[in-house]
């Protein structure tokens, strides 16, 4: 069984703050995914990784593959309240066929 | 549409009764998933499809919970004889296999709660 831990599990701080949460495992991925989730919605994509040491932009917000494809990180500069939400990690072992396994989230609150 | 719709957004039940919940996929996406999500919680995977097979059952809490696919579209996940402790948003994804990313795209869920 693949297990995502994520960290920290509640993150509270001001506007203008920089963050990073992280998200680990002991199996490697074929691809890991992070999504953030808002109140009463669905879980929307924001980045796949792919390759070990893989790094991807958009726009504030910088995502990082582990090199042995184990774990990830989200850092975010200069938070906004718009980046409140649940964020969670979701690694494929298998890149075309499969369910991925999510992690327990981290529930980020900017303060304006 | 061109995104994952549910329905019910909302389901109040009480304790005992039966519920069916519907998915429709984004078209042409083969693959389905069914979540259960607590208040405050992550994702609990419930079942997949790939196509209207389901390989991976294993998240199914009790034989009180089932799942079927028709035509490759649409998906009812009913719970039988429903208790307290099933209230939850139940989450559905659809997902485009065969491509390498497995990216899933989420409908936005039905809030069920048992009485």
């Known amino acids: 069984t693949q297990l995502l831990e994520q960290s920290p599990q509640f993150l509270s701080i001001q506007e203008g703050e920089n963050l990073t949460v992280y998200c680990n495992s002991s199996?490697?991925?074929?691809?890991l995914q992070w999504y953030r989730q808002e109140p009463g919605e669905g879980p929307v994509l924001l980045v796949t990784?792919?390759?070990?040491?893989e790094v991807k932009k958009l726009k504030r917000l910088t995502f990082q593959f582990g090199d042995a494809r184990k774990d990830s990180s989200l850092h975010i500069t200069a938070a906004q309240p718009g980046d409140t939400g649940l964020y969670l990690c979701a690694g494929a072992v298998r890149t075309n066929a499969g369910k991925s396994t999510f992690g327990d989230g981290t529930t980020l609150t900017v303060k304006p | 549409g061109a995104g994952v719709s549910q329905s019910p957004s909302n389901k109040v039940t009480e304790k005992g009764k039966d519920v069916e919940l519907r998915c429709d996929p984004i078209?042409?996406?083969?693959?389905l998933y069914w979540y259960r999500q607590r208040l405050g919680q992550g994702l609990e995977f419930l079942i997949y499809f790939q196509g209207n097979s389901a390989p991976d059952k294993s998240g199914l809490p009790s034989d009180r919970f089932s799942a079927e696919r028709t035509g490759e579209s649409v998906s009812t996940l009913t719970i039988q004889r429903t208790q307290q402790e099933d209230s939850a948003v139940y989450l559905c994804a659809s997902s485009l296999v065969g491509t390498a990313y497995n990216e899933q795209f989420f409908g936005p869920g039905t809030r069920l709660t048992v009485l």
């Open positions: 078209s042409g996406h083969t693959a």
């Open positions: 199996s490697v991925f074929s691809s």
């Open positions: 990784v792919v390759t070990g040491g």
